[in-house]
């Protein structure tokens, strides 16, 4: 159980009365806070110290309010933010339910019916933020609320915010974003990044949540990165009961390369619902010529120790 750090506890004394915690993460640890001026109970996120230290406070503000812009149904807000001797922290809303991940925790599959309106509603959250040029970066199933039938992605701004500074986060051994839901040019350190490889991590999360499955698998998070750049995961007709319309706009959206998914998360939303038609699959690549052993090697040290540092954080809270 961590300590909420005393001089920020001092800080926000005639702001917030801390709880208790949460939950935490590699990232961050949440908090249950009260509110004391409008008095309601808030969720109160505080960055570790040493990530703090690496975004700085100017440039996550400076996310965080274009996050708390948002007012749509399916994105979680964000209420409030600041610094105190070098702990950046925000609000949000309390949500009484559970997340995606509490879900599959369950290890059964999720009923198709639930699983495509969660998708949908994250679908529609993202489907916002893109028109308004914010990526999220970091979809995963604990970052996917549940509260009744409402469905709410928390963190809009927060993985912008620190993938800005990928190079100094690198160095200290965190990257953003998580392995298991990473999209293929994120995985590869692609400085450019929109709004398809959100939808790739979201159609990750789709397959795990109808299968009870991973798509990408492998006995280190190393392999199982490696394997998303080997091919299209496993295919689950006949043996999972769902439509074919849905596991075509599914393996759509996991391609490889983001030009092959969807130009947007709303077509991929709409393809599977059969409102838009699946383009054939992407023709196949042509292999790349072989390469001297040590030069191969090389890469794939690299690309292993990206990957390696990349896994010490598994959820930003």
């Known amino acids: 159980m961590a300590t909420f750090p005393s001089t920020l506890a001092s800080a926000l004394a005639d702001r917030y009365r801390i709880e208790r915690e949460l939950g935490h993460g590699g990232m961050a640890t949440v908090w249950l806070a009260h509110d004391i001026a409008n008095d309601r109970e808030v969720a109160l996120k505080v960055l570790n110290p040493e990530l703090s230290r690496t975004v700085g406070a100017d440039r996550f503000r400076r996310e965080i309010r274009v996050a708390g812009s948002f007012d749509h149904p399916n994105i979680l807000t964000v209420f409030d933010s600041g610094e105190a001797d070098e702990h950046i922290w925000f609000t949000m809303p309390l949500v009484r339910g559970e997340t995606v991940a509490d879900l599959l925790a369950r290890r059964e599959p999720v009923p198709l ?3 495509l309106a969660i998708t949908r509603g994250v679908g529609a959250a993202l489907a916002v933020a893109h028109e308004r040029g914010v990526v999220h970066r970091d979809i995963k199933p604990d970052n996917i609320l549940l509260e009744d039938d409402r469905v709410l992605v ?10 800005e500074m990928n190079d100094k986060l690198t160095a200290t ?4 974003g998580t392995v298991t839901y990473m999209s293929t040019e994120q995985a ?3 400085k450019e990044i929109d709004g398809r490889s959100d939808q790739y991590s979201l159609a990750c999360v789709l397959y795990e949540m109808v299968s009870g499955e991973l798509p990408f698998k ?3 998070p190393t392999a199982a990165m490696m394997r998303r750049f080997a091919g299209p995961p496993k295919r689950l007709r006949p043996f999972t009961d769902i439509p074919e319309v849905v596991e075509n706009a599914m393996f759509r959206a996991l391609e ?3 030009a092959a998914r969807y130009a947007t998360v709303t077509e991929f939303i709409d393809a599977l619902d059969g409102k838009a038609a699946t383009p054939p699959p992407a023709p196949a690549l042509p292999p790349e010529p072989a390469k001297p052993a040590s030069a191969k090697s090389g890469c794939l040290g690299v690309l292993a120790g990206w990957i390696v540092l990349g896994t010490l954080v598994r959820h930003l809270a």
Do not use: I
């Open 256 to 258: 490889r390369e983001p």
């Open 188 to 190: 590869a350190g692609e």
């Open 113 to 115: 019916e639930r699983a």
């Open 154 to 163: 928390a963190d809009f701004g927060v993985a912008r915010a620190v993938s």
């Open 218 to 220: 492998g006995p280190t």
């Open 173 to 176: 051994g965190m990257v953003v």
